[in-house]
């Protein structure tokens, strides 16, 4: 099965660092995605982790334990068009297939 | 190279209507997902669809709902009855495999159908 938790809710100023963090539970687990989605708009890809550690994109980063069933996504500088939710999507394997599945997101509000 | 083409992006259907959702995945790629999104339950899987046929339909909420892929360029949602509580942003999505099993392979999203049954 899947179990995904992670906050409803941030608010962060501009400039600032924000973690956002995710714990799961997933059958099969082969990795973890984290997507940007405006209002309005579709989920777009910004990371994916399968290995323990943190993988860094720039202003963005993310961090996965396996062992602990833990990701964060940590956004430095942060700019006004960061405001959006992010959603933690663990990824399974089952039966020869891939499985994705979303977390209900955390909506960050960014402040000047 | 277009990305997930959706149709219709919007639509506002009386209860009791059949509502049809309709899917281009961008080509070559060989899984497609349906995802619907409300501000209660979040994104949710309704089901995928591995080389046009059909994986798992687990998420798929009740009878009135059920999905077609006849070809590898097309799929259809179809809500039969609809209700009130069906009224979300209906995803289509698709991702390629690529190397070892496939293992995260990007999942590309379409921009939705948002769907209010009045």
């Known amino acids: 099965g899947q179990n995904i938790d992670q906050p409803t809710e941030m608010t962060a100023t501009e400039g600032a660092i924000v973690q956002i963090n995710c714990t799961y539970q997933?059958?099969?687990?082969?990795?973890l995605f984290w997507y940007q989605q405006h209002a309005g708009e579709a989920p777009t890809f910004l990371s994916y982790?399968?290995?323990?550690g943190l993988e860094e994109k720039g202003r963005f980063s993310s961090f996965l334990s396996r062992s602990k069933g833990y990701s964060y996504l940590l956004l430095k500088e942060l700019q006004m068009k960061d405001s959006a939710s992010y959603l933690c999507?663990?990824?399974?394997?089952?039966?020869?297939?891939?499985?994705?599945?979303f977390g209900t997101g955390t909506k960050l509000q960014v402040i000047p | 190279d277009a990305g997930v083409i959706q149709s219709p992006r919007h639509e506002v259907t009386e209860m009791g209507q059949e509502v049809t959702l309709r899917c281009k995945p961008i080509?070559?790629?060989?899984?497609l997902f349906w995802y619907r999104q409300t501000m209660m339950r979040g994104l949710e899987l309704l089901i995928y669809?591995?080389?046009?046929?059909?994986?798992?339909d687990s998420g798929m909420p009740e009878d009135r709902f059920s999905a077609k892929m006849p070809n590898a360029s097309f799929s259809t949602l179809k809500i039969q009855p609809s209700e009130p509580r069906d009224s979300a942003v209906y995803f289509c999505?698709?991702?390629?495999?690529?190397?070892?099993?496939?293992?995260?392979?990007?999942?590309?999203f379409g921009e939705g159908s948002w769907l209010t049954v009045v």
């Open positions: 982790n399968v290995l323990d």
């Open positions: 997933t059958s099969g687990f082969n990795g």
């Open positions: 669809f591995n080389n046009n046929v059909p994986i798992d």
């Open positions: 999507a663990p990824e399974g394997y089952s039966g020869g297939y891939q499985k994705v599945t």
């Open positions: 080509s070559g790629h060989d899984y």
């Open positions: 999505a698709s991702s390629l495999i690529l190397g070892d099993e496939g293992i995260g392979n990007t999942i590309y």
